[in-house]
């Protein structure tokens, strides 16, 4: 029997009558960016069905949200669109130094998310966000010369999918509510940068919207900024891809999803556009990465990431993935593995405050002409928000 990285005292028992479930399946993206978003998106579940008005949507978001089976409300920032930098890190950790390895690596606050996972050999994966891409090479030197372990790189390579929506039994079982054509009309900007005004707009919403008729007004006066230009900076941001997408953020241990499984695939190289796609559209696999091998010691270079709401569910739907890879290459009992997590061992933030004031364009003025003198201090920069979720 595996551990699972089900957290301390969570329970999945959530009472949620049908219209909770049809809140949870309707708006894990797709919420509308206008003044009084509740409006349209109670009059889109009474074209579905679901008897319900503005002011009992909003009451029933805030009750999901205080009972724990919403993580957040809002805008899902996708950090890498922000700026910085993130990796996967895998290392070997010998069970009589466990504890003391793991720590060394927890104390860097650089590693965010650290997870033990079953591996006869790679049992420790972690994840390192920075605000200074070249950072990342110094902390996995520092991480090596503390521990006396080597760490293997895993950075991304192409992203087929990041889309963690966990769906219940209910009315909606789609998902399909789609409300973002709403609101005001936007133009992607092609700047790599974010203005003063965007980046104080990404480090209030990070963690969520307030849950509010008017919760874009009232961003707004948190920042004392225009709440159309609140408004219309949100759904830009969808556009551009920093933001990956607006709505009710489950959190899929109270929703049951309590069995994750870390697939692993060593897919021929020349096959690999081809069968991202197809594993990508699966709907039970969130996140999907091309990575690379380590010769010797990690020969897989393709990651779909699932979760089950039982073992034999998920065991299922790793079989699924497997019989769907079979389909353009000949997958052998070695070309293959599943690593299930046993242990959370941290998961803090993945410090997008750092990451977006480094990228702010009067951040790079300030820089610019030091770049000949001496490396900005690392350590210079508070780490205020203590969560800064994204996926």
């Not at 069968?275 to 696999?285: K, M, Q, W």
Request: net charge negative.
């Amino acid at each position: 029997m595996h551990r699972r990285s089900r957290p301390p005292g969570m329970t999945t028992d959530v009472g949620l009558d049908e219209r909770d479930r049809a809140i949870v399946n309707a708006f894990q993206g797709g919420f509308p960016v206008v003044e009084e978003p509740f409006e349209p998106a109670a009059a889109a579940l009474r074209e579905r069905g679901v008897d319900i008005d503005a002011d009992e949507l909003l009451a029933r978001v805030q009750a999901l949200d205080e009972e724990g089976v919403l993580t957040r409300f809002g805008a899902l920032i996708n950090a890498q669109e922000i700026g910085g930098a993130a990796t996967l890190v895998a290392m070997h950790a010998p069970e009589e130094r466990f504890e003391d390895v793991v720590d060394a690596v927890n104390d860097h606050r650089e590693v965010a998310h650290n997870y033990e996972r079953e591996h006869p050999h790679l049992n420790v994966w972690f994840v390192v966000s920075v605000a200074d891409p070249d950072r990342v090479e110094a902390v996995l030197a520092e991480i090596e010369a503390e521990t006396g372990q080597e760490t293997y790189n895993l950075p991304k390579q192409q992203e087929f999918r990041v889309e963690a929506k966990f769906y219940v039994d209910g009315p909606v079982p789609e998902g399909d509510v789609d409300l973002s054509d709403l609101g005001p009309e936007v133009t992607p900007s092609e700047r790599g940068t974010l203005t003063p005004a965007e980046r104080d707009l990404v480090l209030e919403i990070q963690d969520g919207l307030p849950i509010t008729a008017t919760p874009y007004a009232d961003v707004a006066e948190a920042i004392d900024a225009d709440p159309a230009w609140v408004r219309e900076t949100i759904k830009r941001f969808d556009a551009e891809g920093k933001v990956r997408r607006v709505g009710v953020i489950p959190n899929h241990y109270a929703l049951g999803y309590t069995e994750n499984g870390m697939t692993v695939w060593d897919v021929p190289d020349e096959k690999v556009a081809e069968v991202g796609p197809e594993i990508a559209s699966l709907p039970f696999v969130t996140h999907c990465y091309e990575r690379p091998r380590h010769d010797g010691v990690w020969p897989y270079n393709f990651f779909a990431m699932t979760h089950g709401r039982s073992e034999e569910e998920s065991a299922e739907r790793v079989e699924q993935v497997r019989e769907r890879m079979a389909e353009f290459w000949t997958v052998g009992e070695d070309d293959w593995d599943t690593l299930f997590s046993t242990q959370i061992l941290k998961k803090t933030g993945i410090r997008i405050d750092e990451r977006a004031s480094a990228n702010t364009e009067e951040a790079e003025s300030e820089t610019s002409g030091e770049e000949e003198s001496e490396p900005a201090d690392e350590s210079a920069t508070n780490e205020s928000a203590p969560t800064g979720r994204s996926e």
